[in-house]
């Protein structure tokens, strides 16, 4: 019977140890003054116990300071998620503002044009209306210098011409619009043509001017003809050629053009401040 007793006793004393351990933590955290005498006294009379107090304590300190201590921690994550928050969105301003100006440097480089005076613009709207209308809208007008008809380019070719004009901005009619049409040179043969918008497609159409003997390749580059009653300056890339189909009846041949100028990705594009010949 002696070890059952035993067992017994080292339990009763294990409880006891436990809620004299809670209690002491509690006085503690608590800055009860009459525990802070008494736990000077405790620790030179205790020595002996104190290896078996702080085992047994252990667990109920750890989770008192978890408790105690759980507001603290949620307002330091707060802040830090903040300040997270605020580094990636410094970082996103920075990565947008690179890419910005990357774009406008790009747009700055138009090997086609000479001695033209350019204006550059960002489009600030899709379609006008809807994707039928083959409008976008800029951020630039009148009083930048720009007036109905000036040719609207990018770096890799024409995007359309100014329809109208307001103060602080312009509606682009799109060459992709089937009322769109100017006159086209091809950069091989130097054979001159007429050339309107190809609609849904998205791609222009040379279907004027080009005679059923001409000789043309897919991959022939199409460029603005610039004759003097012409809507454009010359040397304006169009596209590149890519079908080429006889028509018997008009004794001509109708040309599909791929535009160079990605008109559903326009950003930034240039107005040429170049009006046609009255």
């Not at 001695?115 to 976008?136: C, E, K, L």
């Amino acid at each position: 019977m002696r070890p059952v007793a035993t067992r017994r006793r080292s339990r009763y004393v294990l409880i006891v140890l436990s809620l004299v351990a809670v209690t002491l933590i509690a006085l503690d955290a608590g800055g009860v003054p009459v525990f802070n005498g008494v736990r000077s006294v405790a620790g030179d009379t205790a020595s002996p116990f104190e290896g078996a107090f702080n085992w047994v304590s252990a667990p109920f300190r750890n989770a008192w300071n978890g408790i105690t201590g759980y507001d603290d921690l949620v307002a330091e994550n707060e802040q830090l998620r903040g300040r997270i928050g605020e580094l990636e969105s410094a970082d996103a301003a920075e990565t947008n503002a690179r890419e910005q100006l990357r774009r406008l440097n790009e747009q700055l480089e138009l090997g086609f044009v000479d001695a033209i005076p350019t204006q550059i613009a960002r489009v600030s709207s899709g379609a006008y209306s809807n994707f039928a209308d083959y409008r976008v809208e800029i951020d630039k007008g009148s009083s930048n210098g720009l007036a109905e008809g000036m040719p609207v380019v990018t770096r890799s070719g024409l995007v359309g011409r100014l329809e109208r004009v307001g103060s602080n901005s312009s509606v682009v009619q799109l060459a992709s619009d089937p009322a769109f049409a100017v006159g086209v040179r091809l950069a091989s043969s130097q054979d001159l043509g007429v050339g309107r918008g190809g609609g849904a497609t998205g791609n222009f159409v040379v279907d004027r001017g080009i005679d059923l003997e001409d000789p043309v390749r897919t991959g022939e580059a199409v460029l603005t003809s610039g004759l003097s009653t012409s809507i454009m300056p010359p040397d304006i890339p169009v596209g590149i050629v890519t079908e080429v189909a006889a028509n018997p009846t008009t004794r001509e041949q109708r040309l599909e053009v791929s535009l160079s100028a990605e008109l559903t990705k326009l950003d930034v594009v240039q107005v040429l401040k170049w009006e046609p010949p009255r």
